[in-house]
């Protein structure tokens, strides 16, 4: 009785809401054949790949500098060979975003973790091409490009699975996507450099391209049997999307509070040495203060965006992060520099950056559904992974650069200030979007 009164309904339509209606329908139906135990361990396979991901990333800094200086690398060749990857991430996510309707989500799950796990395994051996620069440099960014091709793919599909499974729970999600990556980035070095005094070059590359592997046959059971119902957005929806000023500038926002921690990265060691006096050895416990905090406020605001709306945790997560700038030096007209005083800075840092990246994704689909673009969620989330993956790596990228860049012509504490600035006036730039969205409404109503 009820399947002959929706088929009814859905001929008594246009052929365009006949099609959103099917769409709509098949959708429900594939939610009732996702057991809850399954889903739930679809997702807490994709958050382990999420932490070998950043562990991958961070796991270079201890050894990789120095095999790749005993070859006759410049060190600007290994930023170069270190950056490869984020930057293939920044250009591709837009692409798979794009096209992840076509290829299938669960597909590029699949073949991303697979990528990934032969990509990091292989890096392991490029230690065994002799002697020449040329050839072991030429390797290294073949197989960096593959790690970011493979990390394109995972965070566009990982974020539109994780929506699919969890439509009502955005924050939650991306709360825990945030802290088991955050927990990779911030142990990464710790485990490279273990494994490296255990086993050379080869054993972190092994151990970790070995965890991928290993998860693809669970990875492959868990999965929904068939790929989430998408239909692939025209031309024209995806220009909508990319023209909005909303979007682009909370995608803006995605790009600052990755930088916010990347800033650190060629800046905080050198100043906590020369003028702080810190011994070197000390500093990698002083670095965990930022990632530590991201982690935890991670865990609090996913919930707190899902209850109370995504936008006015960004603008907080903006201007504690950018308030967190002026004391992390301080600033010449604060005080004068204290251990302690930039330690805690540095975790509010963290703090905000998190309070920031987190609800953005959420964020950025309501924005997209408020477009009117003709397209349901399930169809707007692969677009919208893809531009924030290339957001949350061009964060990446630009926070070393930027910071690197300023200090090198500035000291740390004014670089510093000028970074808070920024984030500052990003901060009131979305307070002032969202006091006029709202003053648009009310009018419409």
Not at 145 to 161: D, E, V
Not at 205 to 216: D, E, K, R
Not at 423 to 436: E, I, P, S, Y
Request: charged share 10%; hydrophobic share 50%; with cysteine.
């Amino acid at each position: 009785m009820s399947e002959s009164h929706s088929d009814t309904d859905i001929q008594s339509h246009s052929d365009t809401e006949r099609a959103s209606l099917l769409l709509k329908t098949s959708v429900s139906t594939q939610r009732k054949h996702f057991p809850r135990l399954k889903n739930v361990l679809a997702f807490t396979v994709c958050c382990f790949l999420n932490f070998v991901l950043n562990c991958a990333f961070s796991i270079l800094g201890p050894f990789f500098p120095i095999e790749a200086a005993q070859k006759g690398v410049s060190y600007t060749v290994i930023g170069s060979i270190v950056s490869a990857s984020p930057l293939c991430v920044v250009i591709l996510s837009p692409f798979f975003g794009y096209y992840g309707s076509s290829i299938g989500v669960r597909f590029m799950l699949l073949i991303s973790t697979l990528l990934m796990g032969v990509s990091f395994s292989l890096f392991g051996l490029v230690s065994k091409i002799g002697e020449e620069g040329g050839t072991f440099v030429a390797f290294c960014f073949i197989l960096r490009l593959f790690q970011g091709t493979g990390t394109a793919m995972f965070f566009t599909s990982s974020y539109a699975l994780s929506t699919a499974l969890y439509p009502k729970n955005i924050g939650l999600v991306m709360g825990l996507l945030e802290v088991s990556g955050g927990m990779g980035f911030a142990i990464g070095p710790a485990v490279g450099s273990g494994l490296y005094e255990l086993g050379g070059f080869l054993l972190p590359f092994v151990v970790i391209g070995a965890c991928p592997l290993l998860l693809l046959v669970p990875l492959y059971i868990f999965l929904p049997n068939s790929d989430i119902p998408v239909q692939r957005l025209s031309s024209r929806a995806v220009c909508t999307l990319l023209r909005s000023v909303p979007m682009l500038c909370i995608a803006l926002c995605n790009v600052l509070a990755l930088a916010a921690l990347g800033f650190f990265t060629p800046t905080l060691s050198p100043f906590l040495v020369h003028k702080l006096n810190v011994r070197v050895a000390r500093t990698g416990l002083i670095f965990l203060a930022g990632p530590v905090m991201y982690i935890i406020a991670a865990l609090v605001v996913g919930p707190l965006s899902d209850k109370f709306g995504p936008r006015p945790f960004i603008i907080f997560g903006l201007l504690v992060c950018g308030s967190g700038y002026f004391f992390v030096g301080p600033a010449d007209f604060i005080t004068t520099p204290r251990l302690w005083l930039t330690i805690a800075s540095f975790a509010l840092i963290g703090f905000g950056a998190a309070f920031t990246f987190v609800p953005a994704y959420a964020d950025m689909l309501n924005i997209a559904k408020s477009l009117d673009t003709g397209y349901n969620l399930e169809s707007l989330t692969t677009v919208v992974s893809g531009i924030i993956s290339s957001a949350l790596s061009c964060g990446d990228l630009s926070g070393p650069f930027v910071g690197g860049v300023l200090t090198d012509y500035l000291d740390f504490q004014t670089s510093a200030v000028i970074f808070g600035e920024v984030l500052l006036a990003q901060g009131l730039l979305v307070l002032l979007l969202t006091l006029v969205e709202r003053h648009f409404r009310l009018k419409d109503v």
